[in-house]
Nanobody, 120 residues
């Protein structure tokens, strides 16, 4: 499966940005997807996850209430709506495909990332 992120760029503090992750090369959508990020000089941080049935969504504590993950299985695309952005949200954002429909399972595909910069 190939994953391609898009939608990154420069955002104002307090503003929104929407990321997309398009998946190709798979005949099934029966897997969970996650977003992760890596800020400059820091390690990889998990952001959010969503299973294929989209009945539940999961977020890191610092993103709850500000970020919203969603997916459109017909378009093989996962989205991350980011609101109330903070300078500390500046990072390279990756989408990841899990081995199963549980986000506790390992990942077998990653995108190259899309850069989000939050600055005035």
């Amino acid at each position: 499966v190939q994953l391609v992120e898009s939608g990154g760029g420069l955002a104002q503090p307090g503003g929104p940005l929407r990321l997309s992750c398009a998946a190709s090369g798979s005949t099934s959508n029966n897997y969970a997807m996650s977003w992760a990020r890596q800020a400059p000089g820091k390690g990889l941080e998990w952001v959010s996850a969503i299973p294929s049935d989209v009945r539940n969504t999961y977020y890191a504590d610092s993103m709850k209430g500000r970020f919203t993950i969603s997916r459109d299985n017909a378009k093989n695309t996962v989205y991350l709506q980011m609101d109330s952005l903070k300078p500390e949200d500046t990072a390279l954002y990756y989408c990841e495909k899990h081995l199963t429909n549980s986000y506790a399972s390992g990942m077998d595909s990653w995108g190259k990332g899309t850069l989000v910069t939050v600055s005035s």
